[in-house]
């Protein structure tokens, strides 16, 4: 039986107003359109529309990592204290780790993530080579106590994930599921109507793990990145910065009087250049203890991760030691450094013959100093914050700057945990060898929240037709009317046996209240039966996406909308079947 909704009895209660803590627009929408409620700090309830909604979310993660020969399973949030403290992090982590001791005073933790629990189920039972590779994965609810919850299901302290987790002999396995796991989430991306992009995250990241981000753009997002039509991405403390500050020709170096001048920002001013063609100086020590002094566009700042990584370890002087080495702070440069001094630049200054720099004397700086004529560079590193306007390091277009979601990610564990927990294979010879793992998440509920953020406009949510709550709505003008009310059940019936989800509104309210809510809650396609278009045999069809209207032959609608699905093809794409509905 294919049934319809009916509004009259389903318990979505909308709201008129923003509800006050709502700071972004999936946060203001979800609650206003009755899909979810508070219940607690960083904590919802998913209300019947809400729930419809993250059934096929969940649906389409599903068939996608089925499809990748992914196993589903589902283990438990309750997880024993003594697996975290094998693997070592059950000191690791501070309050956010949720946990608690039963009655029989054995610690707990409410799972944040399952990379223990997985292997320590696995590992006496998962015993040869011949059962490897294996990819098992689950959705369930993971708890992570946030500081400071906020922008709605962004950032919950209980949330819904798809955390899979891979077991292979040898690097090329992981390597393989790793690439078919990116670009299943790829794929979800697009079936979820998600503008996304993958992000490599920094392979030299502290602990070097290989992973990726795919980062949902939008404004509310907490992650900064930089992307490029060529289909380059970074994390903007990642991503590589090969800024080339504009030359500025003078025909040798000059030492000029600057008076009071200590900025990037006074000196621009002061020499009237861009701060791009200034030189930035950072005197700091590394951990070995030599002084060490960085040197970068005037317009960029430094990636503490990066130049950490440059010279081992990175700790700006402070004011007594600058005092100590005569190091005039605001006028640093190249030139009449102490000698020990490691004099590190970065790369993309290498382009550049002549700097803009401070004469390590207070109030003087040099125009026109001539690298490798007035100074030398010992070393050339990646050590900025790439920022938007910086050439692309793929194919030097100037980036874009962008915020996103962090809706998924995949990560190359190594052999971190099996070792830690003694999870073992018996190779070809017998050896025993620790696993290699790979773990790879998507973030359900915050996945939802991105689509909203994605799609939404003054009116509500526009809800991608591959996750809509239903993907019709029939709207009846005056209910009750001894002609509307039949003809509109009719029609919703025969659309609904053409497979296609209906809801009808059939509550005794104003016709502006229903278009509101209709709106507001974001089904892609409205029908609206009125006493006087039926008189003329007509319905008024309107897509939500577009907001384009069209009154159609009552009598067609229905093979339209047979049309429509068959021409439309669904399930794969955001964007669904009545796109073109008005064109044939
Ligand atoms: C914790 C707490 C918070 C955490 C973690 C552990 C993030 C933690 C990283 C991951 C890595 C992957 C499998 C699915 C995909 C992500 N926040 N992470 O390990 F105890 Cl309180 O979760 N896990």
Same mark, same amino acid.
């Given at each position: 039986m294919?049934?319809?909704?009916?509004?009259?009895?389903?318990?979505?209660?909308?709201?008129k107003?923003?509800p006050?803590?709502a700071?972004?627009?999936?946060?203001?929408?979800?609650?206003r359109?009755?899909m979810?409620?508070?219940?607690?700090?960083?904590v919802?309830?998913?209300l019947p529309?809400?729930?419809?909604v993250?059934a096929?979310?969940?649906?389409?993660?599903?068939?996608e990592?089925?499809?990748?020969?992914?196993?589903e399973?589902?283990?438990?949030?309750l997880?024993?204290?003594?697996?975290w403290?094998e693997?070592?992090?059950?000191?690791?982590?501070?309050?956010?780790?949720?946990?608690?001791?039963?009655?029989?005073?054995?610690?707990?933790?409410?799972?944040?993530?399952h990379?223990?629990?997985v292997?320590?189920?696995?590992?006496?039972?998962?015993?040869?080579?011949?059962?490897l590779?294996?990819?098992?994965?689950?959705?369930?609810?993971?708890?992570?106590?946030?500081?400071?919850?906020?922008f709605?299901?962004?950032?919950?302290?209980?949330?819904?994930?798809?955390?899979?987790?891979?077991?292979h002999?040898?690097?090329?396995s992981?390597?393989?599921?790793?690439?078919d796991m990116? *670009? %299943?989430?790829g794929? +979800?991306? $697009?079936?979820?109507?998600?503008?996304?992009?993958?992000?490599e995250? #920094?392979? /030299?990241q502290i602990g070097?793990?290989?992973t990726?981000?795919f980062?949902?753009?939008?404004?509310?997002?907490?992650?900064?990145?930089?992307?490029?039509?060529?289909?380059?991405?970074?994390?903007?403390e990642?991503?590589?910065?090969?800024?080339r500050p504009?030359?500025h020709?003078?025909?040798?170096?000059?030492k000029?009087?600057?008076?009071?001048?200590?900025?990037?920002a006074?000196? *621009? %001013?002061?020499?009237? +250049?861009? $701060?791009s063609?200034?030189?930035?100086?950072?005197?700091?020590?590394? #951990?070995? /203890?030599?002084l060490v002094?960085?040197?970068?566009p005037?317009d960029?700042?430094?990636?503490?991760?990066?130049?950490?990584r440059a010279?081992?370890?990175?700790?700006?002087?402070t004011?007594?030691?600058?005092e100590?080495y005569g190091?005039?702070k605001?006028?640093?440069g190249?030139?009449?450094?102490?000698?020990e001094a490691?004099?590190v630049?970065?790369?993309s200054?290498?382009?550049v013959?002549?700097?803009?720099?401070?004469?390590?004397?207070?109030?003087f700086?040099?125009?026109?100093a001539?690298?490798?004529?007035?100074?030398?560079?010992?070393?050339?590193?990646?050590?900025c914050?790439?920022q938007?306007?910086?050439?692309c390091?793929?194919?030097?277009l100037?980036?874009s700057?962008?915020?996103?979601?962090?809706?998924?990610?995949?990560?190359?564990?190594?052999d971190?945990?099996?070792?830690?927990?003694?999870a073992?294979?018996?190779?070809?010879d017998?050896t025993?060898?620790?696993?290699?793992?790979?773990?790879?998440?998507?973030?359900?509920?915050r996945?939802?929240?991105?689509?909203?953020?994605?799609?939404?406009?003054e009116?509500?949510i526009?809800?991608?037709?591959?996750?809509a709550?239903?993907?019709?709505?029939?709207?009846?003008?005056t209910?009750?009317?001894?002609?509307?009310q039949p003809?509109?059940?009719?029609l919703?019936?025969d659309i609904?046996?053409?497979g296609?989800?209906?809801?009808?509104d059939?509550r005794?309210?104003?016709a502006?209240?229903?278009f509101?809510?209709?709106d507001l809650?974001?089904?892609?396609?409205q029908i609206?039966?009125g006493?006087?278009?039926?008189?003329?045999?007509?319905?008024?069809?309107?897509?939500?996406?577009?907001?384009?209207?069209?009154?159609?032959?009552?009598s067609?609608?229905?093979?339209l909308?047979?049309?429509?699905?068959?021409?439309?093809?669904?399930?794969?794409?955001?964007?669904?079947?009545?796109?073109g509905?008005?064109?044939?």
């Amino acid at each position: 039986m294919t049934n319809v909704m009916h509004m009259s009895r389903m318990y979505a209660p909308t709201l008129k107003e923003d509800p006050a803590d709502a700071e972004i627009a999936s946060h203001r929408l979800l609650m206003r359109a009755g899909m979810i409620r508070k219940t607690a700090s960083g904590v919802y309830a998913f209300l019947p529309l809400g729930q419809k909604v993250l059934a096929k979310v969940e649906q389409i993660v599903r068939e996608e990592m089925d499809a990748t020969g992914a196993q589903e399973m589902l283990m438990p949030a309750l997880q024993p204290g003594e697996l975290w403290r094998e693997s070592g992090r059950w000191d690791d982590y501070g309050p956010e780790l949720m946990r608690l001791t039963d009655r029989h005073d054995h610690e707990i933790c409410l799972g944040p993530t399952h990379e223990e629990l997985v292997t320590a189920l696995v590992r006496n039972e998962l015993r040869s080579y011949k059962e490897l590779p294996l990819t098992l994965y689950q959705i369930q609810t993971k708890f992570r106590d946030e500081i400071r919850p906020r922008f709605g299901l962004l950032r919950g302290r209980e949330f819904i994930m798809k955390d899979a987790y891979s077991f292979h002999t040898h690097q090329e396995s992981l390597q393989k599921t790793y690439d078919d796991m990116s *670009a %299943a989430y790829g794929r +979800i991306c $697009e079936r979820l109507g998600l503008d996304y992009r993958p992000v490599e995250a #920094d392979s /030299g990241q502290i602990g070097g793990s290989v992973t990726c981000e795919f980062m949902a753009l939008a404004e509310a997002g907490e992650a900064e990145l930089v992307h490029c039509t060529c289909g380059y991405a970074a994390n903007t403390e990642a991503g590589d910065c090969l800024a080339r500050p504009t030359e500025h020709d003078v025909p040798e170096m000059q030492k000029i009087a600057t008076p009071g001048v200590h900025t990037i920002a006074e000196l *621009a %001013a002061f020499l009237d +250049i861009p $701060e791009s063609s200034t030189v930035k100086a950072l005197a700091g020590k590394s #951990d070995a /203890g030599d002084l060490v002094v960085l040197f970068i566009p005037g317009d960029h700042e430094l990636n503490e991760l990066k130049a950490d990584r440059a010279v081992g370890g990175f700790t700006l002087l402070t004011d007594e030691e600058m005092e100590a080495y005569g190091l005039p702070k605001g006028s640093m440069g190249p030139v009449g450094l102490p000698k020990e001094a490691r004099v590190v630049a970065a790369r993309s200054l290498q382009a550049v013959q002549k700097w803009v720099v401070g004469a390590n004397e207070d109030g003087f700086h040099y125009v026109g100093a001539g690298l490798g004529r007035d100074f030398e560079v010992d070393e050339w590193a990646d050590l900025c914050i790439v920022q938007p306007g910086d050439s692309c390091p793929e194919c030097g277009l100037p980036l874009s700057g962008a915020r996103g979601i962090e809706v998924s990610q995949v990560f190359q564990l190594g052999d971190k945990y099996s070792r830690a927990m003694d999870a073992t294979f018996a190779d070809e010879d017998g050896t025993e060898t620790p696993f290699l793992m790979g773990c790879y998440g998507v973030g359900i509920t915050r996945s939802l929240a991105a689509i909203v953020e994605q799609h939404n406009d003054e009116y509500g949510i526009i809800w991608p037709f591959s996750v809509a709550p239903a993907h019709v709505c029939v709207i009846p003008l005056t209910v009750g009317d001894e002609e509307v009310q039949p003809a509109a059940e009719k029609l919703a019936a025969d659309i609904a046996r053409l497979g296609l989800e209906v809801v009808i509104d059939d509550r005794s309210e104003r016709a502006g209240v229903k278009f509101a809510d209709a709106d507001l809650i974001g089904w892609p396609l409205q029908i609206v039966v009125g006493k006087r278009g039926l008189a003329e045999g007509k319905v008024e069809v309107k897509l939500r996406r577009t907001g384009e209207k069209k009154d159609i032959a009552f009598s067609t609608i229905t093979e339209l909308l047979a049309f429509a699905k068959r021409s439309g093809g669904i399930t794969k794409s955001g964007t669904g079947y009545f796109d073109g509905l008005f064109e044939r």
